[in-house]
């Protein structure tokens, strides 16, 4: 089994660094080849630029880097997704990796209709998405309408035709004690022992 990791936070001593750990360590007890993708380390360029606006007409990315990381998803098992939200949504280079390379022609194909999705992502079995945030959960889902749900896994994971799909959201981090912490990071391991 193979899982691809994409790890976006600028900081490595973050607690979304903690989690990048814990997720490694439970995929090592399963005997998972890991592939890490840290789009901070990577120098990622979220910037849609003209060529790859054409290239999304063309069903064909161009960004030498896009290209890349759009081979190892189409190599992956399990998918992994971990990072903060900010201002309700995903950093830059996360939501830029979303729009370079869930990429028509990559890792997804249009129906005869145009009006849907099929993955080309076929050995893919499996989807987490983990993220932190310092918004309280209620708040988040009554105020701001679950933006991560309706945005990332509705509107592109699920709409790009990737099934099985699992969201595990840390809230309150900053007020969070030191035992809660410990509590998720034996969470996050124990889900990815179990894969």
């Known amino acids: ?24 360590r439970g995929l090592k007890h399963s005997e998972n080849e890991i592939d890490l993708i840290n789009l901070d380390e990577d120098k990622f360029n979220p910037v849609m630029e003209k060529e790859d606006l054409l290239g999304f007409v063309r069903h064909s990315a161009v960004d030498d880097q896009a290209v890349d990381y759009i081979n190892r998803l189409q190599n992956a098992d399990n998918l992994v997704f971990i990072f903060p939200i900010w201002w309700e949504l995903m950093p830059a280079m996360m939501k ?52 991560i749900q309706r945005s990332l896994i509705r509107g592109t994971l699920k709409k790009s035709g990737m099934k099985n799909i699992t969201w595990l959201s840390f809230n309150m981090i900053k007020s969070s004690s030191i035992k809660r912490r410990t509590s998720w990071l034996v969470k996050v391991e124990k889900h990815f022992k179990n894969i």
């Open 96 to 147: 830029g990796f979303i729009d370079k390379v869930i990429f028509p022609g990559g890792t997804f194909d249009y129906t005869k209709s145009g009006y849907g999705m099929i993955s080309k992502l076929s050995r893919l079995k499996k989807t987490t998405v983990i993220t932190t945030m310092n918004t309280p959960k209620a708040l988040y889902r009554m105020i701001f309408s679950n933006a």
């Open 1 to 24: 089994m193979k899982t691809v990791i994409v790890y976006n936070h600028p900081y490595e001593k973050s607690f979304n660094h903690a989690i990048l750990e814990a997720t490694m």
